[in-house]
């Protein structure tokens, strides 16, 4: 019997990385899983991995039209959500603040801050009427220990961190629960933008020399995290920030 037995989940952004990884687990868990994403191949070949537990959508999560499809989508197919994990993210290349342009500025807030306001406005209405959901939103160490270089895309995810305990204090008479999982820096699609530099063991180093356990984050270490917390043994659990990050904001 998995941990997730008969429950609807939409993972964003589950196409690769943390939330493919999100994805796979919380299938293997007895989950059905909507895996939304902007690249819709890879989506679409994600969901068939998995099989008749998943589904896939083409889903920009900064457009609000493709946020209300992916979530109708999800009814559609599976039932109403009863969790949501908004894992969709993006940055700029780590650099001098004041080089990064307004544009980009723009995606990365869109990307990893509106986007939440957009899933929230689709999902919760759906949530009150059961009087039950766990929404879990993807933050980062960058939103609690941030450092030069990422400014713009720290203050995103410190964002993300801070709008996840109020609307965890929000919702909480309506029983919906909502965390913040905070991953260290992983071998994900936007490594070496993190690194502002191209991904060599040697820059790699840099980033390990300050993680304690003396590795990066892998998908599967922020999929535990979120079974965790999206399962029942965490039912009174809301509001927190939890670091997967071997040790680094220590």
């Known amino acids: ?56 959508r083409q889903c920009d999560v900064s457009r609000s039209a493709d946020v209300r499809a992916a979530v109708q989508a999800c009814v559609d197919t599976f039932g109403a959500p009863d969790i949501v ?3 969709a993210g993006t940055t700029h290349t780590s650099q001098p603040m004041l080089n990064v342009d307004e544009a980009t500025f723009d995606k990365v807030f869109a990307v990893n801050v509106k986007s ?13 009427q059961r009087k039950s959901g766990v929404i879990l939103n993807i933050g980062s160490t960058a939103g609690i220990r941030p450092r030069p270089g990422l400014t713009w895309y720290n203050a995103s995810k410190a964002a993300v961190n801070v709008m996840s305990k109020s609307m965890a204090a929000e919702l909480g ?67 927190i920030e939890l670091p997967v990050d071997g040790g680094r904001t220590i």
Request: glycine content about 12%; aromatic content about 6%.
């Open 1 to 56: 019997m998995g941990q997730l037995d008969g429950k609807v989940v939409i993972v964003t952004g589950a196409a690769g990385g943390f939330g493919e990884g999100i994805a796979r687990l919380f299938v293997k868990e007895g989950a059905r899983v909507l895996i939304a994403d902007i690249d819709a191949v890879k989506a679409q070949k994600v969901a068939q991995e998995l099989g008749k537990n998943a589904s896939s």
């Open 85 to 87: 994990v908004n894992n």
């Open 116 to 128: 939440i306001y957009y899933m929230a406005h689709a999902v919760i209405p759906l949530m009150r």
């Open 173 to 239: 008479p309506d029983n919906i629960r909502v965390n913040a999982i905070c991953p260290v820096m992983g071998a994900t699609g936007l490594i070496e933008q993190f690194l502002g530099g191209p991904d060599t063991p040697e820059n790699r180093a840099r980033i390990i020399a300050g993680i304690p356990l003396g590795r990066m984050s892998t998908p599967e270490d922020v999929a535990y995290a979120a079974l965790y917390l999206a399962s029942d043994a965490a039912r009174f659990i809301t509001g």
